[in-house]
């Protein structure tokens, strides 16, 4: 699926369906294995990864990569990393309905053709827009979902879970761990 995948890169690199576009140093397509077992899906880019074109490199991003590399036994590039939307929001302000409608076609595609055992969200915008519910994602994590032919573990955002001290931190090792169970067939 490698040549398919980098072919929607190379299209979604000069999108233009949304406002983004205009504010953006570069879309941020994702990153890692096509062929991984787990998707991790976030919210959007922040400002390195704007700059640097990747997604979760920032200081949320060392601490998810850290904890999936623990829980799951997936370093870096071992699991497939994106967001929501594709492009930095100004002042990472929340991406806007519009915005988020317009950039699920990627997300879609990406899904499908990387076609993961596990798809883990963190935090509500992935969470809610893959579970298709408006409920939040302390009500939503602890447990998985199914997704067509994939398991969906919603977690907190690592951005919440380093303000949100040991307890945030103790329910997000959990879910990760959820997903690595999932992974090696040791939870149905
Ligand atoms: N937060 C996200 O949701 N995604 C990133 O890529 C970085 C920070
Ligand atoms: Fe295109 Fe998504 Fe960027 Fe909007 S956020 S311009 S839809 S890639």
Redesign the pocket.
């Known amino acids: 699926m490698s040549e398919a995948l980098d072919a929607l890169r190379v299209r979604?690199l000069s999108?233009?369906?949304?406002?983004?576009?205009a504010t953006?140093t570069q879309?941020v397509f994702g990153s890692g294995r096509p062929d991984s077992p787990l998707v991790i899906v976030g919210e959007a880019p922040g400002e390195q990864e704007d700059r640097s074109g990747r997604p979760f490199v920032g200081r949320s991003g060392q601490l998810l990569r850290r904890v999936v590399a623990e829980e799951t036994g997936l370093v870096d590039d071992d699991c497939f990393v994106v967001n929501v939307?594709?492009?930095r929001p100004p002042d990472n302000r929340d991406p806007r309905p519009a915005?988020v409608a317009?950039?699920r076609p990627?997300l879609d595609e990406q899904l499908a053709l990387v076609s993961p055992t596990v798809v883990l969200t963190v935090g509500n915008f992935a969470s809610r827009l893959l579970l298709a519910t408006r409920e939040g994602i302390t009500r939503l994590r602890g447990r998985s979902y199914e997704f067509g032919s994939a398991r969906l573990v919603p977690t907190l955002h690592p951005a919440a879970v380093l303000r949100g001290g040991a307890s945030a931190m103790e329910r997000f090792r959990h879910d990760v761990g959820l997903a690595g169970q999932l992974l090696s067939g040791a939870a149905a």
């Open positions: 979604a999108c233009t369906s949304c406002g983004l576009a953006r879309v939307v594709k492009c915005e317009a950039c990627w």
